[in-house]
């Protein structure tokens, strides 16, 4: 059986460079994307105090920080991050298996609530022939990634929605969260693989994670309602 959502859920990216700033746009945006997103930049800046902050605003976190190292470490820092009370945590799936097992299994000892792991594939801002040492495609590649992290028990990839049908179609056990969503006449900035709201879903997206286009936007919270609506008319 498919692992989906029945409603593709929007993530904001709080990719501001202040505290301050990333708890305003959390407060003007409460009540419509149901998550937001800390990643390296907001972390480093504010530390865990931020996503606590975040969830006593009702929100589920998604802490960013895409994971790569010796399995030990990647374990341990799975364990901080989930006593922090995060709902979903990225680790980079060519840490391999022994890394991946080692922070599955790290989740599945914590008592209470375990927050959903999502391993990195092949990043939005990649364009063919830029990773170095990969021969395959983008997409090739991106799927023998995610054919790895099924494997090892992860919750889902994070992948470009141009990667997500295909990996769908061959790892039913995996949700798949989409960056680089550029609304209809969106700038791409430095995303090289992008797609609409729409298209995303339409491709098999459980979770979309916009930023700049909300955050620039000179309304954010009609800038994340016009998404939110692009994605129901796909859905």
């Not at 409460?30 to 390296?40: F, H, I, L, R, S």
């Not at 929605?161 to 969260?177: D, Q, R, V, Y």
């Not at 339409?202 to 009609?222: E, K, N, S, T």
Request: charge should be negative; aromatic fraction near 4%; glycine fraction near 10%.
């Amino acid at each position: 059986m498919t692992k989906a959502l029945s409603n593709p859920q929007l993530i904001v990216a709080l990719d501001v460079p202040h505290k301050t700033e990333a708890l305003a746009l959390a407060r003007t945006l409460a009540g419509t994307a149901p998550w937001c997103k800390v990643g390296m930049e907001m972390f480093t800046h504010a530390g865990p105090a931020l996503l606590e902050e975040l969830v006593a605003l009702g929100y589920k976190v998604f802490l960013d920080l895409k994971f790569y190292d010796i399995p030990h470490t990647v374990a341990q820092a799975v364990k901080a991050a989930s006593g922090i009370g995060v709902d979903m945590i990225t680790l980079h799936c060519q840490g391999g298996e022994r890394m991946c097992h080692a922070a599955r299994e790290a989740v599945a000892g914590l008592p209470g609530k375990k927050p959903l792991l999502f391993g990195v594939t092949v990043l939005t801002s990649f364009a063919q022939g830029e990773m170095p040492g990969i021969q395959e495609s983008t997409a090739d590649f991106a799927l023998t990634l995610a054919k790895g992290a099924q494997m090892w028990g992860l919750d889902g990839v994070v992948c470009s929605g141009h990667e997500a049908s295909g990996i769908k179609a061959s790892c039913p056990a995996l949700m798949c969260l989409c960056p680089g969503i550029r609304p209809s006449g969106s700038a791409a900035d430095d995303q090289r693989r992008t797609m609409t709201p729409a298209m995303a879903v339409a491709a098999g997206a459980d979770y979309l994670v916009v930023g700049r286009p909300i955050i620039a936007a000179h309304d954010p919270r009609v800038a994340a309602e016009q998404i939110l609506a692009d994605m129901t008319s796909a859905a």
